[in-house]
């Protein structure tokens, strides 16, 4: 099974509406916070269950059976938010590993490193490093930047 975490938000959401035009629905799983805003993928035969990458044991419940796990980044909110964002992602991580994924793919950004003056950056780099570290096989999705992000910039 493919799971895909924040299928409620933009980019995992239209992740899933592609995976449904390629494999059978009983093969994918949402991830979600709040499984009452996945109803509409439910009834179209996608499993949803609650994960938060805050509770463990509501990825463990999430991720089970997965093969291949899609971790959308959860964003952070500055230097200050690196840790909390560090100990999220390591949950996913440990997750999947124990569901018996094959590969984990994870929306990393063109630029990630650890030494850069952006803090998502930071985050990212940490992120592909405890991705090494768990033996699985992973993809970092090297990201640019969305186009959404540069309206909601605008204003
Ligand atoms: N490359 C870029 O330019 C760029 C720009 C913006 C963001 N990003 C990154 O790409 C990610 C996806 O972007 P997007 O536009 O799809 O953002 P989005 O619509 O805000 O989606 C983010 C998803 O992450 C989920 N999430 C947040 N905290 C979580 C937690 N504790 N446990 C589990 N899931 C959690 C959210 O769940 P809920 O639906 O329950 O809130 C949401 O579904 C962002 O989270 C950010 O890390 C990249």
Redesign the pocket.
Known sequence: MIIV??????????VVEQLLDRVPAEQIGV????PN?AQELQGRGVRVRR????DAESLHRAFEGASQVLI?????MGEAGIPHGIR?HQA?IDAAKQAGASQVLY?S?MGSSPTSPFA?MIHHAATEELLQASGMAFTSLR????A??VLMLIG
Do not use: C, E, M, W
């Not at 991830?31 to 709040?34: A, F, I, Q």
């Not at 990201?143 to 969305?146: A, F, I, P, S, V």
């Open positions: 975490t924040g299928a409620n938000g933009k980019l995992g959401r239209a991830s979600v916070r709040d805003q994960g938060d990458f805050d959308v980044s959860a964003g952070i999220q996913a929306t950004h998502p990201n640019g930047y969305y959404a992000s």
